[in-house]
């Protein structure tokens, strides 16, 4: 054997280079057909590549081998042509819909999707894990097998945490083998709190009643995703980023002093949608959500997502709803370019719906990370470096993701117009009809504007992340409760007293409702102090509370 074939030889016979082909083959396709690849899947299937050669190394058997690269094998051709198929790559949601998929729609997807390049693209899958059964052998000693056992045990170590202590699958391990165990822990989880929650309703003791059963009813609820409204032009921001809303505001009562309970989704609606407060966020599991509540008083209740419908918290809530809809589920789980628009169809059929008293909540994606990935092309309209920051210049990365993030906060000014004018054009088209609508976000988000932070934590927290817009539109803008909203919308208000809130706009009767602690009534009680983790919001930040007072000492031109 020449030196030249010898060298061959041992090319072909790496069990790294095979790994690394068979792993990062379906990457391949993800990127080329998929709009969006998560950060992570790529690290994972490098990390996989080395510790799948480090046992093809420790067991040098070709069985053992084929048993190895198997799941991989398996799991790409589910990754490739799922890719090919619909441009996505695999989601909890996308497993949603596939564990309610029936013989019939297996048998539909194979007739639509099966094509001649599809199977061009698996046969070079399955003739890479042939080929690597019979080429792969384990390298001699030498530096390159003392390099496959350091990093591919370091790498055995990393995953055993992040999955067994962590509990994180997803982008632990690569692909639909990632999702599979990450779909069936959050599914137990949410079945879990579901039960709960049933288990609580069936036990209340809490009566409800609407003081306004004789007239007709509809209160639409949006919840907006990580927008803050140090971000929007209504509330002063140099640039206009709510024309839609500005040019109605006439019609609509601004709060400009309200302040999430928390930072991140899951830890501020399980105290805003239930009846447990900022410092009970334990005992969310033991209140009453709004649906809850809505419900024992005769409402008719709707949840519409454009979210996950795998957040368990979210998930014991909305699933109590008459009807709840994640349409997530209808766009095959693929997060990117799934705009909240596509909301309209099934908010408008609620809108309509016989029911008397209905209650519409709608989940946003809003301006959800990453920012470029919540708006369609058409609403790219900040493109410039006309931006205000925490330092000046800003850095060219820092000015794309405030571009970015304006842009989605302009992308959620129209939607909330678009469902106010569903809202406005079914309840003039009806006689003595109820309408409400209030936006409102999660929380807020910090995008270079007062640190050097993207996103929200509360490690690092500054105002944007916690100062959140709130606006109720009305059908009855003369009437007493518009006035009462009013004349409450400049005083102090935190998300966790939502529960109050929407009790008191749907004119709900209930032992359960602190009318002292809820806007939209008369006898409503600003907190004196708002404590956010371990801060006093008032002592650490001093806002100002005059609507728009502290963007209008920014320079800045409004675009």
């Not at 068979?22 to 969006?36: A, G, H, M, Q, R």
């Not at 998930?315 to 789980?333: E, K, L, M």
């Not at 100062?467 to 109720?472: R, S």
Request: charged share 20%.
């Amino acid at each position: 054997m020449t030196v030249k074939s010898e060298r061959l030889n041992n090319w072909l016979e790496n069990p790294l280079l095979w790994s690394f082909l068979l792993l990062l083959y379906p990457l391949l396709n993800e990127v080329i057909f998929s709009d969006f690849v998560r950060e992570g899947e790529y690290n994972s299937r490098i990390g996989w590549s080395l510790i799948v050669a480090l046992l093809i190394t420790l067991v040098d058997k070709r069985w053992f081998t084929a048993l190895v690269l198997l799941p991989f094998a398996v799991g790409g051709t589910a990754d490739v042509g799922y890719a090919y198929s619909f441009g996505g790559v695999f989601t909890t949601a996308t497993m949603e819909a596939v564990a309610n998929t029936d013989s019939y729609e297996v048998t539909e997807y194979i007739k639509t999707y099966s094509s001649w390049q599809q199977t061009a693209l698996l046969t070079v899958l399955w003739s890479i894990y042939a080929l690597a059964i019979y080429f792969v052998r384990a390298p001699a000693a030498g530096r390159l097998r003392k390099s496959i056992f350091v990093l591919g045990t370091i790498l055995i170590l990393v995953v055993a945490y992040r999955t067994t202590v962590m509990g994180k699958f997803h982008d632990t391990i690569p692909g639909v083998l990632g999702t599979l165990p990450s779909y069936y822990k959050g599914n137990i989880s949410v079945q879990t709190e579901v039960a709960l929650r049933k288990s609580l309703l069936e036990k209340t003791q809490v009566k409800a009643t609407t003081r306004s059963a004789d007239r007709q009813q509809t209160h639409i609820f949006i919840i907006g995703e990580s927008a803050t409204r140090n971000h929007m032009g209504m509330y002063g921001y140099s640039r206009n980023t709510t024309p839609e809303l500005s040019a109605i505001q006439n019609e609509l009562i601004v709060f400009n002093n309200v302040i999430s309970s928390h930072v991140q989704t899951q830890a501020s609606l399980r105290v805003a949608l239930t009846a447990a407060a900022a410092d009970q966020g334990a005992m969310y599991r033991e209140a009453l959500s709004i649906i809850d509540v809505a419900n024992l008083a005769g409402y008719k209740s709707f949840w519409i997502s454009n979210q996950q419908p795998q957040r368990a918290t979210i998930a014991s809530v909305s699933h109590q709803a008459d009807v709840t809809h994640y349409i997530s589920n209808d766009f095959n789980g693929v997060e990117v370019r799934r705009f909240d628009e596509y909301m309209l169809k099934s908010i408008a059929e609620a809108i309509s719906d016989p029911a008397p008293l209905k209650v519409i909540f709608v989940h946003t994606m809003g301006s959800h990370a990453a920012y470029e990935n919540r708006y369609p092309e058409s609403f790219a309209k900040f493109d410039d470096s006309k931006v205000n920051g925490y330092r000046e210049p800003l850095s060219e990365g820092e000015i794309d993701a405030i571009n970015a993030y304006d842009n989605s906060i302009l992308y959620t000014d129209y939607f909330v117009k678009e469902v106010i004018s569903l809202l406005k054009a079914e309840s003039s088209a009806v006689g003595a009809k109820e309408a409400t609508l209030t936006y409102f976000s999660d929380h807020g988000e910090e995008v270079y504007q007062t640190a050097r932070v993207k996103g929200h934590t509360p490690d690092n927290l500054t105002p944007a992340m916690m100062e959140i817009p709130f606006l109720v539109w009305s059908s009855d803008p003369d009437g007493e409760q518009a006035s009462i909203l009013r004349d409450n919308s400049r005083k102090a208000f935190m998300l966790d007293d939502l529960f109050h809130y929407a009790l008191g706009v749907m004119a709900i009767d209930s032992d359960i409702l602190s009318r002292g602690k809820s806007p939209a009534t008369a006898e409503y009680s600003p907190p004196k102090s708002r404590k956010i983790y371990k801060v006093v919001y008032e002592d650490a930040f001093q806002p100002e509370v005059e609507l728009g007072s502290r963007e209008e000492k920014r320079s800045g031109e409004t675009l």
